[in-house]
């Protein structure tokens, strides 16, 4: 039943098709690609290197600039960032620049290479709440400046979404442990099963400490508070992940929300084998959220998305929705309704509130906050490694380094 969910959906490049992409790339003077990745990744050059067939060179100036480059070069939504302003496009089609990356780092890991170089030990000890992308990049940035840094995460692996987020069939949990590894590698220590709830006693024994605990639960329309056949989305991807896809689901499931998060619940619940999946969409198809990509391999495994409705009323199992635009009603009855309409932080998390959260390092000194949880920015993994290179930058710059 779980086999489809397990398979990785797409396949890696061969030497050869790689050599034939690479081949196409204009190697573009001041590259539109590498202006516009938003941890710096520069795709211009790593492609530029696969052309002169120095792989290896081409892995170092990935791994440099992206501490998760292997997991950016399958889950990086390209068609936003470096691909978009791809001067390619003029001619035929956008290079396909995160599988590039990802043969590049394939590449690494059976190349065996450690690129990653640790100054000596600096004295000053970080600690790091969450384990996420965002927890993961400044612990390893962090770690390469010589400080030593401690992660805790309250689940029994560490990851974040990564981890029970992203379906195992576009993200492996194999690909996310070497990621893992690599940056306990550089001296960090995580410590799963450890939930923070006290910032200020962490900050006694620490000379800094950043928050990193991501957007962890997911909302809930009043209408279906409460109710037993109802779920969220990242509650049923967690458990899907964590058991992977050994999980029993209803034959008739309804799933309620339209971006990233929705269609691949949808795609899951179809790689699980549940037989009929609609999803409602408040957006009409014109105002989508959702990647082009994730839509189409959703429409691919046999979703229903109906587009443009709102929920009123819930009667029994029976959802009664309303279009936004047109005089129409629509009733959809299911064995499991899931929830795929956006997440958030708790508020009072750690004693602050959320606004307050967003922005600690403004009212906390030596307190800071990373990724999904800071203000600003998107709510993708490669701005978590962005967030978590700046964050670093920040801590040094307060313990007083240069
Ligand atoms: C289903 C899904 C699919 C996604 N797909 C993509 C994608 O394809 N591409 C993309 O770029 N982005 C995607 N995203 C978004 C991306 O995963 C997030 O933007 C990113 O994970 C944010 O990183 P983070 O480190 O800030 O938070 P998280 O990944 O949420 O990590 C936060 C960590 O903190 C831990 N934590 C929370 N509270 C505490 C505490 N008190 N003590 C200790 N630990 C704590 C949590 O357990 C968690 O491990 C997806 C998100 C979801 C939900
Ligand atoms: S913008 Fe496109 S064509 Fe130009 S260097 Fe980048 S990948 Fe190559």
Redesign the pocket.
């Known amino acids: 039943m779980s086999e489809k969910y397990l398979k990785e959906y797409e396949v890696g490049y061969t030497p050869r098709l790689v050599m034939e992409e690479a081949s196409r790339c204009l190697l573009c003077h001041d590259a539109p690609c590498s202006k516009a990745c938003p941890a710096g990744t520069d795709p211009a050059k790593f492609i530029r290197s696969v052309r002169f067939k120095n792989v290896k060179g081409a892995a170092e100036t990935v791994r440099i600039n992206n501490i998760l480059g292997a997991i950016c070069a399958r889950?990086?939504?390209t068609e936003r960032y470096c691909q978009q302003g791809c001067s390619r496009s003029g001619i035929d089609k956008p290079i396909d620049i995160g599988r590039i990356q990802r043969y590049v780092t394939d590449s690494e890991d059976a190349l065996k290479m450690n690129i990653l170089e640790v100054k000596p030990r600096n004295g000053k000890k970080v600690a790091v709440?969450?384990?996420?992308?965002?927890?993961?990049s400044v612990a390893g940035y962090l770690a390469m400046e010589g400080y030593e840094v401690k992660v805790?995460?309250?689940?029994a692996k560490?990851?974040?979404?990564?981890?029970?987020?992203?379906?195992e069939y576009?993200l492996p949990s194999s690909v996310v442990d070497k990621e893992i590894k690599r940056i306990e590698k550089l001296g960090v220590v995580i410590e799963c099963n450890?939930?923070?709830?006290d910032v200020k006693a962490l900050k006694k024994e620490f000379d800094a400490v950043v928050v990193?605990?991501?957007?962890?639960k997911g909302k809930v329309l009043p209408m279906f508070a409460g109710k037993r056949f109802v779920k969220t989305?990242?509650d049923f991807?967690h458990e899907a992940k964590r058991r992977k896809g050994n999980i029993k689901v209803p034959e008739h499931v309804l799933v309620i929300g339209g971006g990233?998060?929705a269609m691949?619940t949808v795609t899951t619940l179809k790689l699980l084998g549940v037989k009929q999946v609609t999803d409602v969409v408040y957006e009409t198809f014109s105002e989508f959220k959702a990647s082009k990509k994730e839509l189409e391999g959703a429409q691919k495994e046999g979703v229903s998305i109906i587009d443009g409705y709102v929920p009123v009323a819930l009667k029994g199992k029976k959802v009664v929705f309303t279009h936004r635009f047109v005089p129409a009603k629509l009733e959809v009855k299911a064995d499991l309704i899931i929830l795929a309409v956006g997440?958030y932080t708790e508020a009072g998390?750690?004693g602050y509130e959320v606004n307050k959260l967003q922005e600690v390092e403004k009212t906390e000194p030596g307190v800071f906050a990373?990724?999904?949880?800071s203000k600003g920015g998107e709510?993708?993994?490669?701005?978590?490694v962005r967030?978590g290179k700046e964050v670093a930058y920040a801590v040094k710059k307060y313990l007083g380094g240069k």
């Open positions: 889950v990086c939504p709440i969450g384990s996420g992308p965002a927890g993961l805790f995460e309250k689940e560490a990851g974040g979404y990564l981890r029970y987020g992203i379906p576009r450890h939930p923070v709830e990193a605990v991501g957007h962890s989305a990242v991807l990233d998060v691949d997440q998390l750690l990373c990724g999904d949880v709510k993708t993994v490669v701005y978590a967030s």
